[in-house]
Structure formats: structure tokens, C-alpha cells
């Protein structure tokens, strides 16, 4: 595994392998990494002759009030775990790598940066549409892998890649849950042992929407108020959203009609976790 | 000549040429072509084994208020233009190949985008860096050609080119202008032969502030007062900015130290007319 910490040392392989016809899958991170990471570069050493992993926790993806500075970080760590599954490079550059004195582009997607996570994270999401158009252009990979937890990071994405004409093709790869349901995130780590408990939660809850639509119920209000009012039972969680939208536009629906998205976003102690699930009416 | 009106069939003949070893320059056009544009095409035949024009009368760049619908466009001409230039690939895209529906992704670069024509084309460099952006992808040259006159679209290109980590050289190509001086520019069509001559103003009043330079003032104000002042002579001529300013960063300087550049828009009648030269203080 080769570690590159230079944009230009990264573009240079990359243009390399692109000219001997090897395909290049991209899994983007911020590092921590965990199971849920370690499947999505499963998913693309099955789609593409050569994997790189970047690891750069994006300051612009973090608004002034939240954890960049204590996001949790363990290099060593997260560079045995890739070396084990013999990716091709790690991709590691310093944040004046990415953002040099002077830097002032932005990429935003109007629409889809509007609703579920985005009144609640200020800049998030330009932030990542910002970093995800530059790593694209670094690495020029053929295929690139995101994780469905972050639902609404992965349809802005598509959306960044059909608008920009990015010749990529951008891959969900679907929730990796612990065995108890907790959908696997590097944020996992603040929780106490009693706050891990409490953020069962989530999946609790939308386990509880998807079931009460399986039943015939298809009405947003009934279905948001009792996943909401499941979750106010664990006293140490805090609901910011739950949301039933397009699964497509994210837009706000009134009734479950074909696929739509239930998603939430809970504060448990001080910890912000999102989860989400695709809902289907009955047939 | 091949001509393209599609994204994909431009796209794959571009990467067909990029596997082969060729190197494609680009000419971004609006159309209605005059000779600086062959000017642009000539440098770029010189830079590259295959030369690119696209022709794009780019809605997004047009504020509401401005000339979007009676924008000189005559595609007859263009083509037998280019033809006799013997370019490789004329791609011409219609509206909605550019922006399907459900289109919703912005490039906007912020400081650049703040000075000189800015305030008064609200949107303009929005709409220029996200169809530039495109068209990056869509035929992905290795050098893109862009002319000197729109000096502030030139430098926000090249910065969003260094942010954005696309892999493409910006040349800048000299104003060209006519034996009398003015500038060439499609919209030079709009004027009356009265306004024709009236807007011998522009090039003038450069060169006016450029000879006070070379005779020792340097002060801001001074040279800016002196070209309004003689751009106010003209009945026919409304000065919109005449702004001295850092030649890379476009921000107001109070003094010409090392190169700045002097920048104006006057309207002609009903015409917008922009110019800039740039000045260095005598050595």
C-alpha cells in the first residue's frame, strides 16, 4: 500500500494507472475507520482493478459550533486496518494540501443542501460538495463508494455528478449495522455505555415506522409522531429531526407513495447520530 | 469538422483522443465569432494536437436584465468560420443538454467574484465558473484558451482551475482589437455608427491612465479621476467603473506598485462595453 500525502503524487498515479486501462474505485473517509468503511472498499476492489482510500477530515464540512477539533483521529490505526485489505493508496493530505492560502471555490447543490440534515449543519454540505468535486478531480476515479447512513451526502453527490458532467459512477453501499441495530459511525466512539444503550433508539424507531407502513399506514404526520414519540421514550435522547421525504429530491411528502425516505437525526448526551431507512408501501 | 451537440458523443470522443496520446486545447465561444476568437483558436492549434470549440450561449451568465435573448448568434457563419480554421470538433449543445431538468449544482468562486463587473452582472461569474466547470469535464482538454479582455473571467478561471484540482493549463490570449483601438466583442454588432465611435472612448481613457503611469503618477485616485473625466467627454458614454486594481487578486489598490491593472465598463447607448490594460509604474 502506497500512502500519498501530495495532490500532485496522488493525480500522477492515477493518471498512470488510467493510461495502462486499469479501472480506479475511490472510497472517500475521514478516517476512524470501522466495518462500515472497511465494506465499502470490499464493495470497490469488486468494481475496479485498483482502490484508493482517502482520509481527510474536511474542516469545511464542519460548521463553527461542532466537533472538528475533537473528531476522533487514529492514523496508525486506520492504516493497518486498510494495509490488511491491500488497497492500493491511501490518500492522506494535510488540510493546505486541499485548501492552500488563497482558496475561495465553492460548490454548492442548491435544492437537495435545503432539507433533513442541512438548516441543523450551516456549510456542511458545501463543504462537502466543495471537497468531493476536488478529491474527484485528484484522484479521477471510475467508480466512487458512499455509505447510505449518510443518505442525503450520497443523492447531493449523484446529483453533483450528473450536474458537472463528472464521469463517475457513484455507488451506495447499503447501512452496515452493529448486531444490536446501531447504524456503525466514527462518532459511536463519544457515546458512554449507557448513552450506547439509548441510542438503539434510532433503529428502534424507524424498525417502527417501517412496520406500521408494512401494516397499510401511509400518512406522514401518524408515521413521523409515533417514531418521534418512540424515541422521547429514552429519556438521554434528543430528537432534531425525523422526516419523511422523496427518496429521490428529499422533499417533504405527505404520504408514502412508492419509495420514500424516513430519516432522523437524534441528539443522545452530546452525540449527533442520523440514521435513516427506505420505506415501502404495501403492494 | 466534426460538429457535436451532445454531451456523451463529446465526452467519448475526447477520451478516445486522451488514449491515444493526443493533446486537445479548448475555445470556450458564446459565438457570433470575430477575429479574436480565431485569434484564441489559432493559439490553441499552436498549444495542442486537436482543438475543441464550444459554442454555448450560456444562459446562467446572463443576470434577468441583461441581453440573453438578443445575443448576436449567426451558427452559419460560425461554422464556416471555424471550418476554414480546420478545427477538430465544433460542439455546439442545445440548452437543455447543459441544464436537464432538476439541474441544481452552483461553482462559484467568492472573492473574484466580488470586484469589477460584479456588482453590476448579478450571477455572471456563478453562471461562468459552473458551465466553465462543465465543460472542463465534458472535454476535459489539456489547455483551455481565454481572451484577455474579460481579464476578470480569466483570473477566477484560473483560480477555480488551482481549487478545484482540474489538471487543465489557462492561457491567457492579449485583447485583440480594431485598427482604431476598440476592443473586439460580439456586442460591438449593438452599436450605431455614431456609438461605434463614441466608444473609442474605452480604449483611450486606458491609454490615457497607461501614458500618466509611464510619466510617474501612480496614484489611485488620480488616474481613475482622469480616465472618468475624459470617458465623460464622450456624450454617448456612460462610465459604469473605471477601477485600478491588484492584477491577480482584482482587490482596489490605492497605488500602481508592480503591476496593476486598469479596468472599466461604459456603456455606449444601450451597449455594455468592458476593457482593461494592464500598467506598470515607470522603473
Chains 1, 2 share one sequence.
Not at 6 to 19: D, F, G, I
Request: charged share 30%; proline share 5%.
Amino acid at each position: 500500500m502506497r500512502i500519498s500525502e501530495h495532490v500532485q503524487e496522488m493525480s500522477r498515479w492515477s493518471e498512470a494507472q488510467r493510461r495502462d486501462g486499469r479501472r480506479i474505485a475511490l472510497v472517500p473517509t475521514m478516517g476512524f475507520l470501522h466495518e462500515a468503511h472497511l465494506c465499502l472498499v470490499r464493495d470497490g476492489k469488486k468494481r475496479a482493478d485498483r482502490v484508493v482510500v482517502s482520509l481527510f477530515v474536511n474542516p469545511k464540512q464542519f460548521a463553527p459550533s461542532e466537533d472538528f477539533a475533537a473528531y476522533p483521529r487514529d492514523f496508525g490505526r486506520d492504516r493497518e486496518l486498510l494495509e490488511r485489505e491491500s488497497i492500493d493508496v491511501l490518500f492522506h493530505p494535510a488540510s493546505d494540501e486541499i485548501y492552500p492560502a488563497g482558496f475561495q471555490t465553492q460548490v454548492s447543490v442548491d435544492k437537495l443542501g435545503l432539507f433533513l440534515c442541512a438548516p441543523h449543519r450551516p456549510g456542511h454540505f458545501q463543504g462537502v460538495a466543495t471537497v468531493v468535486a476536488k478529491l474527484f478531480n485528484i484522484v479521477r476515479p471510475h467508480v466512487a463508494i458512499f455509505g447510505e447512513k449518510d443518505y442525503q451526502q450520497l443523492q447531493l453527490i449523484r446529483r453533483l455528478v450528473q450536474d458537472l458532467n463528472f464521469d463517475i459512477e457513484i455507488v451506495g453501499h447499503p447501512i452496515v449495522r452493529e448486531a444490536d441495530g446501531l447504524a456503525m459511525s466514527s462518532r459511536n466512539i463519544y457515546l458512554s455505555p449507557e448513552e450506547r444503550q439509548a441510542a438503539l433508539c434510532l433503529s428502534r424507531s424507524l424498525g417502527l415506522g417501517a412496520c406500521m407502513v408494512r401494516r397499510g399506514e401511509t400518512r406522514e404526520r401518524v408515521i413521523t409522531e409515533a417514531v418521534r414519540a418512540e424515541i422521547e421514550k429514552e429519556p438521554l435522547a434528543k430528537v432534531e429531526y425525523v422526516t419523511l421525504c422523496d427518496s429521490a429530491t428529499l422533499e417533504a411528502v405527505e404520504a408514502v407513495q412508492g419509495t420514500a425516505l424516513l430519516a432522523l437525526a437524534v441528539r443522545v448526551g452530546k452525540t449527533r447520530l442520523i440514521d435513516n431507512r427506505i420505506l415501502k408501501p404495501m403492494e
